[in-house]
């Protein structure tokens, strides 16, 4: 904890470039302490130095990393949203593969098939609207399941 203080003594004492004086104690028993004045018995003076000003060359450097950092982050961001989309793309593709393949077994093992018509009656399929509908939910799983 001691340290910690110090420490924050040094980087404050840095930053306002004020040459102050910082002691290290060491009393009777052995504990060290740090203080802004002199004490008694044992003590080691530390004169913390100014920070020095950045040169305009390591300015440039910290830009530019800043800017590479950010352009690392957003296309990480992209490459986390693209395969989130696929993800998603993936998992729409198996439903509808499911979906498709219901449908062809209720289509091919069904014994009749109708529509109902605009009168509300049940209409037969003739042979040709059977293999139609039938071809189609064959197109459809070769559509969805790779």
């Known amino acids: 904890m001691k340290s910690c203080v110090l420490i924050v003594a040094l980087g404050l004492t840095a930053c306002w470039n004020v040459a102050a004086e910082i002691y290290k ?23 913390p130095r100014a920070a ?13 990393r800043q800017q590479l950092l950010r352009a690392y982050h957003e ?21 509808n593969c499911q979906r ?8 091919t093992s069904a014994g009749r098939m109708f529509h109902i018509d605009k009168d509300g009656e049940h209409v037969d399929y ?7 509908t039938i071809a189609r939910q064959r ?8």
């Open 75 to 95: 296309e990480q961001a992209a490459e986390q949203q693209q395969a989130t989309a696929l993800e998603a793309e993936k998992e729409k593709r198996t439903q």
């Open 52 to 64: 020095p000003t950045p040169d305009a060359d390591v300015k440039q450097r910290r830009e530019k």
């Open 126 to 132: 003739t042979d040709t609207e059977r293999a139609d």
């Open 100 to 107: 498709a393949r219901i449908r062809y077994r209720q289509v």
């Open 25 to 47: 104690c060491t009393d009777a028993g052995g504990k060290v302490g740090y203080t802004d004045k002199p004490c008694e018995g044992k003590s080691t003076i530390f004169t």
């Open 139 to 146: 197109a459809d799983i070769e559509k969805w399941c790779d």
